[in-house]
């Protein structure tokens, strides 16, 4: 189903480009799948891919989660380094960094003529370099709604941190979040509390082994069900860390989990020992449009299988900044 933009999105979530290469969700076609990053969403259909042969590439990190949460059993993946091209068919692929999970990369894909296309994947600002004028560009848009704002990341920090520290004298802290924002967490805790011990499930540990591995500075998380452990919660003095899948089993202590929907005020809390904390791993809309603003593309498509807001956020981009702005699927 090629046309004149020489991409489309399917209905699954392929970003489907030059046939040749899909994205974040397989969809039939395609000699190569390409995983921006490890979240569930964007691996559907990879266990069809690779019994087809479709050989699958990501960045290192993101092989690394890959394989630790056995997503991809035992199969080749080829992990690639940032900035550098690589040949896939006809054309080459660049991966570029996302400022959205370990691991996260954009995707440039420019084939024999030159025709540029650009898939951002999932990402934030700051930290997500802009690609400069490809013919088309692919756009997530959770946040696509134009009063979906909130406030620079590092006070979202601030608060969050503030809030440990306002409630940590009193009991312990558990903290509830999906993979990947998890060890964000972590690192920004650790930068406040260098000396508190954190605690974690094996499984968490696992992707704190490889968060470590690829730079971010966590410190020591301590096992929960080891001797230490133990040692640690009954001394009641501890963080510890928890996929999101554990709210509502942890009794003891406060509860603060991490969701980016909470959109209008950073810190809510929720109930006499529950709080949820706005750390999103998403743009708002401003940070949406800045991106597009600044990349000029030809045509911008915007990710409509992955979020609410796309048709909101492509009229808004044809208003404000007169571009070509369509949604699929
Ligand atoms: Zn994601």
Not at 7 to 22: C, F, K, L, T
Not at 186 to 195: W, Y
């Amino acid at each position: 189903m090629l046309n004149e933009l020489r991409a489309y999105i399917s209905r699954e979530g392929a970003i489907v480009i030059e046939d040749e290469v899909v994205c974040d969700a397989y969809e039939g076609v395609g000699r190569y799948m390409i995983v921006t990053h490890a979240h569930y969403d964007h691996v559907r259909g990879i266990h069809r891919a690779r019994r087809r042969g479709v050989r699958l590439i990501s960045t290192n990190a993101t092989k690394d989660i890959l394989v630790a949460l056995g997503k991809v059993r035992g199969y080749e993946v080829m992990g690639i380094e940032y900035d550098k091209d690589y040949d896939v068919g006809k054309g080459h692929v660049r991966l570029i960094r996302a400022n959205h999970i370990l691991g996260s990369a954009q995707v440039v894909y420019e084939d024999q003529e030159g025709f540029r296309i650009a898939y951002t994947g999932d990402f934030r600002q700051p930290g997500t370099p802009i690609v400069d004028e490809p013919d088309v560009l692919i756009m997530e848009a959770t946040y696509g709604r134009r009063d979906m704002i909130r406030p620079p990341l590092e006070k979202v920090y601030e608060a969050f941190i503030d809030l440990v520290r306002r409630t940590f004298d009193r009991e312990p802290i558990n903290i509830f979040a999906y993979h990947g924002k998890i060890q964000e967490a972590m690192e920004v805790l650790r930068s406040a509390f260098p000396d508190v011990p954190f605690l974690a499930p094996m499984r968490i540990l696992w992707l704190c082994e490889i968060a470590r591995r690829h730079g971010m500075k966590i410190g020591k998380v301590i096992p929960l069900e080891s001797e230490e452990g133990y040692e640690v919660r009954r001394g009641g003095r501890y963080i510890a860390f928890y996929h999101s899948t554990y709210l509502g089993r942890i009794n003891r202590g406060i509860s603060i989990s991490l969701s980016g929907w909470n959109i209008g005020k950073v810190v809510r809390k929720i109930g006499a020992r529950r709080y949820i904390v706005s750390i999103s791993g998403h743009a708002d809309f401003r940070q949406l449009m800045e991106y597009a603003e600044a990349a000029r593309p030809r045509l911008l498509l915007v990710d409509g299988s992955r979020s609410t807001y796309a048709e909101a956020f492509a009229k808004e981009v044809k208003r404000r900044l007169g571009l070509r702005a369509i949604v699929m699927p």
